[in-house]
């Protein structure tokens, strides 16, 4: 029971990629839509930052001094200039790191 | 002009930095499934069938938490429905490839490899084998997927908990918009959306990961009109 959920959830997981490239041809989607589209990253992520930010494990918000926080600030300042990748998460993860371990503990 | 091979590699090479919060979260994900009692094979064949972290985690919870198949696979189509504005952002660059190309190329698609590949079709529209691009970072993100939720399932949890390394997840993702922060009708956005997720979070069957960015999309129309 539990292979054939994972089946039609992969199916359908499969199909939400696949409908807008392969089934939808660009014309159908007027100039207006294509402008909005412009937006979708800023206007997809932020759901993915900012509840992993602001709300914890058990589904209630953090304090407003949570390490996650911070993390975050730093990374957005590092990441903000630096451009780099690799460079935001780092220091993101070192700065949360260094509340939870050195100073909090 | 850059070669399909050039454009391969660089994909390669612009989803790299992303591994550093995907390795860590795939050998959760692995982890996870097996902690929570499922079939070790079952657990590897969400990598490869369904392709989706979050949501892989999710079905796993809630199967485990005595929920409906329905609700379960529900919700996985929920998560990943956002799937559907990364296709009809991409589909510009993606129209001159055969039907079944298409079918093919669409399976790589995840928020990490439409995030990169979007920034540099963008940035080069003029190349012809662009796709390439996205073959890269969608295959390189795919092999990671699969590599690091088997080592979760077969080593455990080999990460200790206490790292909080899931904290890499959203970091990645201001690695990805961070630069749009100098854009005041991108920060207008990207609040919209996080307000929004914020508020809708407890909404049923994860549904605030596509109501708010559908709010902020509304937002950005009305922005635009705004603007003329």
């Known amino acids: 029971m539990t292979w054939l959920s994972i089946i039609v959830a992969g199916v359908l997981t499969y199909f939400t990629r696949m ?87 | 002009m850059l070669t399909k091979k050039q454009l391969f590699t660089r994909g390669i090479f612009d989803i790299s930095p992303h591994m550093l919060s995907v390795f860590p979260f795939g050998i959760i994900c692995g982890a996870i499934g097996v902690e929570l009692g499922f079939n070790p094979y079952l657990v590897y064949a969400m990598s490869f069938i369904i392709f989706g972290g979050a949501s892989q985690i999710v079905f796993l919870q ?53 995030a990169e590949s979007n920034k540099f079709f963008k940035k080069n529209n003029t190349e012809q084998h662009l796709h390439y691009h996205l073959i890269g970072t969608g295959c390189t993100l795919w092999v990671c997927w699969q590599i690091s939720t088997l080592s979760g399932i077969i080593l455990g949890s080999f990460v200790p908990e206490e790292l909080g390394l899931k904290f890499a997840i959203p970091l990645t993702f201001i690695a990805i918009v961070v630069q ?17 997720s914020l508020l809708f979070f407890d909404a049923p069957f994860k549904s605030y990961i596509i109501i708010s960015p559908v709010i902020a999309l509304f937002v950005a129309s009305l922005i635009l009109r705004l603007k003329k």
């Open chain 2, 180 to 196: 749009d922060l100098k854009k005041i009708d991108h920060v207008i956005v990207m609040i919209t959306c996080g307000l929004s």
């Open chain 2, 62 to 114: 809630l199967i485990s938490g005595g929920a409906s198949s329905l609700v379960a696979v529900a919700s996985v189509g929920i998560i990943n429905s956002r799937h559907l504005l990364y296709g009809a952002v991409l589909s510009e660059y993606l129209e001159k490839l055969s039907f079944i190309k298409r079918l093919l190329i669409s399976y790589v698609i995840v928020d990490q490899s439409f």
């Open chain 1, 19 to 105: 409908a807008m490239i392969a089934l939808v041809s660009r014309e159908m989607l007027g100039d207006k839509i294509k402008a909005v589209l412009e937006y979708v990253p800023s206007a997809v992520f932020p759901a993915i930052i900012f509840p992993a930010i602001f709300i914890n494990d058990f589904g209630s918000f953090v304090d407003m001094n949570d390490p996650k926080i911070f993390g975050a600030i730093v990374a957005i300042i590092v990441g903000y200039f630096s451009k780099n990748i690799i460079a935001t998460i780092l220091t993101g993860l070192l700065s949360y790191w260094f509340l939870i371990f050195v100073v909090f503990s």
